[in-house]
């Protein structure tokens, strides 16, 4: 399911009920399937966004919403029920992510202007859809050995031997509005916690003393990373950082926690079939989705 879970940056909502206080600013954008989309509902997706560093714009937010009707509707269909101790479990998981407690992060939110009601309906959504897509692909053929093959010779990659990373993925978050002096505070705390590091096993302990600091373990999936620090990580030693970037998150520094030497044949095989598995859920959810908008009664307004 956590394929389909996007990380923090998809902590975006559907709102349905609008609060006294906004009615008469209020007006309908779309229905679907019967269920309206509001402006309220936009301008909600559209600062989750924001925070969550996708490029904020009321066409995309509308789109995602419309999406997330149709993705419900089709739960509901077959019979998919998301209960809200799960809801409550993803919201509260990704509070801690972002080390706050559910009062902290609800008021977090507010201050963004988003009701924390917004993001447990849009994890409604996400979990359901993972549900969906996983029964989905079930019905689907997998990824065939021979298709791993042929791009393992593809990309010359048979008989080499390459380096395995574990790898901690540490951000000092930043807002997206943040100044330049805001922006070279967190660098400086970022170079600060590099040169203090004590190894990927201490770093959740010496990131809880400090505001704002994610970890997130990242494995072997060197994919997440941006160009610069997949380079980066190639001349680190295991137990040591890259140096602080900014990124649209905030300020980060990858740990290498280990590093070891596989023979390429074996590790390129994995890395091969984890991505033509991860291409053909893709390719399978476009499909899937465009089914169910075609299907859909979508009005605009």
Known sequence: MRRFLRPLAIVLAVLFVVPAGNAFAVSIVAVVNGVPITTYDVDQRVALQRISGQTPSNSSATNELIDELVQLGEAIRLGVNVPQSQIDAAFAS????????????????????????????????????????????????????????AALLAQGRQGEMVREYRLQ?????????????????????????????????????????????????IGRNVDRLNSAQRDAIETTQAGRTTRPERTTQGVEIIAVCSVTEVAGNEAARVDITNQLIIERGEQIGAEYLAELRARAIIQRF
């Open 169 to 217: 993925q540490i951000i000092f978050v930043i807002p997206g509005d943040a100044s330049a002096a805001a922006v070279n505070q967190r660098r400086s705390e970022a170079e600060a916690f590099r040169q203090r590091f004590g190894g990927c096993e201490n770093s959740l302990t010496q990131a809880s003393t400090l505001r704002g600091v994610v970890v997130v373990d």
């Open 94 to 149: 990704i509070a801690n992510q972002v080390q706050m407690s559910i009062s902290q992060f609800n008021d977090a939110l507010r201050q963004s202007g988003i009701e924390p009601e917004s993001l447990k309906r849009r994890l409604q959504a996400q979990i359901a859809w993972s549900v969906l897509m996983q029964n989905r692909i079930q019905t689907n053929p997998g990824v065939a050995q021979t298709d791993v093959t």
